[in-house]
């Protein structure tokens, strides 16, 4: 139940290429409240109802639950969520012994190409590709869940 990720924006395509699969997701938030999040997603044909909890200082490590419930529940559940919907693509690239996801936004935040990798511990090391730009994990700006309030096309460069 606990999740330890990094997060990373992205210089290029050349992940497209690299992916061994590619996911449409729908998301929206239930609650945004800054100790914890709760979020229903559509993944393809299936459906998810997540909590997560605070990050810690770095914003490496959190608490995160996840339970599967059907397609109609999650579109019943996107109806009454807080405005801001989140669409993206997920491409799925395996780099060494780990799998990228690189979410690249679409709708308010086009334009937005994010890559996350999940650890089994902190300090863990791991290959990074070419295609990895500068580490924004712990930037909250770049949390789903500010996304949804604050989409990418409203920020000043």
């Known amino acids: 139940m606990q999740e330890i990720e990094r997060k990373f924006l992205v210089t290029s395509t050349v992940f497209k290429s690299e992916a061994f699969q590619q996911t449409r997701i729908v998301q929206a938030f239930l609650n945004t409240h800054p100790e914890r999040t709760v979020r229903v997603r559509i993944k393809g044909e299936q459906a998810f109802l997540t909590v997560k909890g605070k990050s810690n200082a ?8 996840e339970k599967e419930i059907t397609v109609p529940e999650a579109e019943a559940l996107l109806v009454i969520a807080e405005p801001g919907q989140i669409e993206k693509i997920r491409h799925e690239v395996n780099v060494g012994t780990h799998v990228f996801e ?35 994990t712990g930037d909250i700006r770049y949390y789903n869940s500010q996304l949804s309030k604050n989409p990418f096309k409203y920020w000043k460069s």
């Open 58 to 65: 770095a914003g490496t490590i959190r608490m995160e639950w």
């Open 102 to 136: 690189v979410d690249e936004f679409l709708g308010e935040n086009k334009g937005l190409v994010v890559a996350e990798v999940e650890l089994t511990k902190e300090n863990e090391i791991f290959l990074k590709p070419d295609w990895l730009g500068v580490e924004v």
